[in-house]
Antibody, heavy 126, light 111 residues
Framework: EVQLVQSGAEVKKPGESLKISCKGS????????IAWVRQMPGKGLEWMGI????????RYSPSFQGQVTISADKSISTAYLQWSSLKASDTAMYYC???????????????????WGQGTLVTVSS | NFMLTQPHSVSESPGKTVTISCTRS????????VQWYQQRPGSSPTTVIY?????PSGVPDRFSGSIDSSSNSASLTISGLKTEDEADYYC??????????FGTGTKVTVL
């Protein structure tokens, strides 16, 4: 079974750093892109960026470029999302998701998000 | 860049049919595949439609997707509505300049 398991909820203060994780299992971790998606309280889904663990190729949404860093450690099948200095506005649920498509070879445009991790709630408050 | 606009909410009685629209603001809706995700309260999203009109295994055939170039929109139709269908639904597509785009989301209420 393909599964993504995320790290637990975090409570941080403004200005602190944070790194959350997403561990993949049940598939070849290095062969599929992993995406990060933000959901602020009571709001919709926002795509943050993607990483290809095979070579660490990373792409960011312009809205999140420079605000977060996405990385991966393929030796332990884990992707990460990190902040160097949190703000109260970073309070949200963060999901990772595996990108997949129906062909053996496909473009990024052909991919969709499936499955999703269980989410990591990040609360930033003084 | 483009936006995907959905109605904020729809409601209907059990057994009835609801259709949720997803309108692309610029560029052709047919340019890239549209997916639909269901997010029940307190849960992660799951895929109910991929590649415009394909259902993942395990998703009942009460869920169907379509594309309408004349209105530049995609639609998700849920027939034979059940209380378990009560959830938020998001469409999603791809923009080569901004990569992935999610719709604004629609809350489906089963009366």
């Amino acid at each position: 079974e393909v599964q993504l398991v995320q790290s637990g909820a975090e409570v941080k203060k403004p200005g602190e750093s944070l790194k959350i994780s997403c561990k993949g299992s049940g598939y070849t971790f290095t062969s599929y892109w992993i995406a990060w998606v933000r959901q602020m309280p009571g709001k919709g889904l926002e795509w943050m960026g993607i990483i290809y663990p095979g070579d660490s190729d990373t792409r960011y949404s312009p809205s999140f470029q420079g605000q977060v860093t996405i990385s991966a450690d393929k030796s332990i099948s884990t992707a990460y999302l990190q902040w160097s200095s949190l703000k109260a506005s970073d309070t949200a649920m963060y999901y990772c998701a595996k990108l997949g498509c129906s062909s053996n070879t496909c473009y990024l445009s052909d991919n969709w998000f499936d499955p999703w991790g269980q989410g990591t709630l990040v609360t930033v408050s003084s | 860049n483009f936006m995907l606009t959905q109605p904020h909410s729809v409601s209907e009685s059990p057994g009835k049919t609801v259709t949720i629209s997803c309108t692309r603001s610029s560029g052709s809706i047919a340019s890239n595949y549209v997916q639909w995700y269901q997010q029940r309260p307190g849960s992660s999203p799951t895929t109910v439609i991929y590649e415009d009109n394909q259902r993942p295994s395990g998703v009942p055939d009460r869920f169907s997707g379509s594309i309408d170039s004349s209105s530049n929109s995609a639609s998700l139709t849920i027939s034979g509505l059940k209380t378990e269908d009560e959830a938020d639904y998001y469409c999603q597509s791809y923009d080569s300049s901004n990569h992935y785009v999610f719709g604004t989301g629609t809350k489906v209420t089963v009366l």
